[in-house]
């Protein structure tokens, strides 16, 4: 122990600069997916797996632990949290060859499983067109990702295969990008969509009652698409706003009154392929 710590009052005057130091320190925005940060070499994330509001597990479909599993024996597959679409992956999809016999008997499987084929194979050609002209950098995954869209009118899941194997871009980095903006999607396009706010004061108001109408009604939850692939259940957020009605929006037009009967009227109008039947203000 030198003098210095010896000084009555020393570790409180350091504990004090140290504060100060920090609240000095100039602040920095890091404006991510466009401006990629720096991560630590020896950083290690935590992961805390959480329940969503129906009591499953919400998973969200990173693929990180398929991708960092050193025997090599998780494998991923079936439909998201949200029902959108089919996802698989492993080390079939990761490095494009069968697993290995020894992985899959250490994981207490006997049998390998069957090849997955899931997705709809895609015509590669325009995909490649845009790659070459993205110089293949994974710095322009966003522009990749758009120019996908308008080249096949969503991201099926063997366009973002091709883009991973291509840039060299993680699986789920380009999955996190495309699900960070709401103008991409990854199911074909739908005719109607439904938005219903989420916020506190919607929600004493009864936004929750007429959310889980259209859920029974769209036979969705939120974020997903009803099975004949018309409607679109999604959630936004007001603000508060809303003071006397639940907050719902219908292709764009605001719905004055709103209550879970009507709710189930409007779902079942949306799902003939018609425009919703108008509401009195």
């Known amino acids: ?33 466009e401006e990629p940060r720096d991560i630590a070499p020896k950083h290690r994330g935590r992961l805390i797996l959480l329940y969503d509001e129906f009591g499953t597990l919400k998973c969200e479909t990173c693929f990180q632990c398929a991708a960092a599993c050193p025997i090599e024996c998780i494998d991923m597959g079936g439909v998201d949290t949200r029902s959108r679409f089919h996802v698989h992956w492993g080390p079939a999809e990761q490095y494009a060859e069968r697993r290995e016999e020894s992985a899959l008997r250490r994981s207490g499987r006997p049998v390998p499983d069957r090849s997955f084929s899931a997705w709809a194979a895609i015509d590669l050609a325009p995909l490649d067109a845009i790659l070459a002209d993205e110089e293949y950098s994974p710095k322009h995954l966003l522009r990749i990702l758009e120019r996908t869209q308008e080249a096949y009118g969503n991201l099926p899941v063997a366009a973002i295969q091709h883009i991973s194997h291509a840039t060299g871009a993680w699986y789920s980095e380009i999955y996190g990008i495309a699900t960070s903006y709401r103008h991409l999607r990854f199911e074909p396009g739908t005719t109607h969509e439904v938005e219903i706010c989420r916020c506190s004061s919607c929600t004493l108001l009864g936004g929750g009652k007429v959310l889980a109408a259209f859920q029974e009604a769209l036979a969705t939850r939120t974020g997903g698409v009803s099975p004949d692939g018309l409607v679109r259940l999604s959630t936004i957020d007001c603000g508060g706003e809303s003071d006397r009605v639940p907050l719902v929006i219908v292709d764009g037009h605001l719905q004055p009154s709103i209550t879970p009967d009507t709710a189930t009227e409007i779902a079942a109008h949306l799902r003939t392929g018609h425009a919703p039947p108008a509401r009195p203000v």
């Open 1 to 33: 122990m030198s003098l210095m710590d010896r000084m009555p009052g020393w570790g409180v005057f350091r504990g004090v600069a140290f504060g100060v130091a920090q609240m000095l320190r100039p602040k920095v925005t890091n404006q991510y997916p």
